[in-house]
């Protein structure tokens, strides 16, 4: 069931990047575009996960629809930089509080570095898909008004900094949130 459900989530993201003309990396979607350019893509800078369907994070697969659902579930990208609920996520995919390697901005925090990742793949999509026709009309049943507000993504390296440390104790939302994934 959720490889059927992560089929069509990465066909649905892979097609809203396409006719956005800056496709996702096949190696990260799983679907080939024809206009694909690793040399002038923005996604260049993207480490695809060892399956299809996620990214890598602090050298951790990140797998992207439960990225995404995990963040709808709580209430999508602007309740999680609001209230700072990145740093949350670690757990759930094993992924340390400090980069192994800076990123080009100079930051360590694996929190910013995911947070960076969700704004700039998956916040766009997010924010198409809840304004698009309401709750349920997307991927995501968890409905929204526009997560992202008609704010452009944020390049790699750009500046968008959650403020950490959380204001959730750590590990509340881990608790909640099954090391499977959805199902």
Known sequence: VYKQRQQNFLKTLAGFWHHRGTPLPTAVSG???????HNT???????????VGGIKVA?????????????A?????????????????????????TLPQPMPDGNTSTAVALATNFMTILAPFEEATNTKGGSGSGPSQ?????????RP???FGGQMQPNVPSTVPQGALQQ???ASGPV
Request: aromatic letters at 12%; a negative charge; charged letters at 15%.
């Open 153 to 155: 993504p944020v390049p």
């Open 41 to 51: 893509s923005p996604w260049k800078h993207l480490e695809p996960a060892s399956e």
């Open 73 to 97: 579930s709580y209430g999508g990208s602007v309740k999680f930089q609001q209230q700072n609920l990145w740093p949350n996520l670690l757990g759930a995919f094993n992924l340390p509080e």
């Open 142 to 150: 968890a409905g929204g008004q526009g997560m992202n507000q008609g």
């Open 31 to 37: 679907f080939p575009s024809p206009v694909y350019d």
């Open 59 to 71: 050298g951790q697969d990140v797998d992207l629809l439960r990225l995404y659902t995990m963040v």
């Open 176 to 178: 909640q949130i099954p």
